[in-house]
Nanobody, 123 residues
Framework: QVQLEESGGGSVQSGGSLRLSCVAS????????LGWFRQAPGMERKGVAS????????TYSESVKGRFTISQDAAKNTLFLQMNNLEPGDSAVYYC????????????????WGQGTQVTVSS
């Protein structure tokens, strides 16, 4: 079993930045792929970015490409999401997830989920 715990959410103005963190624990074997997803009220959960733990291969949604950067500290089993130039449309609960497939932005490819951290961007 893998536990994931996010932190770093908050409220910022449009154009601001936030850095989310996610610590993985509980298992000697951490899944192959880590990802960030977000879910706004009344909307379905969508993939934002993903990274392969072994070689660092990344994938981004078109809506965040060039503004968000996913990275990892493998030694500390920690995942990051640097979010720059935030827009009101980025407001959502952000979830960290872990899975055993190749990096993807598909919800069903992930097995373990954190509790989420709220990001609010005001105009």
């Amino acid at each position: 079993q893998v536990q994931l715990e996010e932190s770093g959410g908050g409220s910022v103005q449009s154009g601001g930045s936030l850095r989310l963190s996610c610590v993985a624990s509980g298992s000697m074997y951490i899944p192959y792929t880590l990802g960030w997803f977000r879910q706004a009220p009344g909307m379905e959960r969508k993939g934002v970015a993903s990274i392969a733990r072994r070689d660092g291969t990344t994938t981004y949604s078109e809506s965040v490409k060039g503004r968000f950067t996913i990275s990892q500290d493998a030694a500390k089993n920690t995942l990051f999401l640097q979010m720059n130039n935030l827009e009101p449309g980025d407001s959502a609960v952000y979830y960290c997830a872990a899975g055993y497939n190749v990096p993807s932005l598909v919800v069903t490819d992930y097995v373990y989920w954190g509790q989420g951290t709220q990001v609010t961007v005001s105009s």
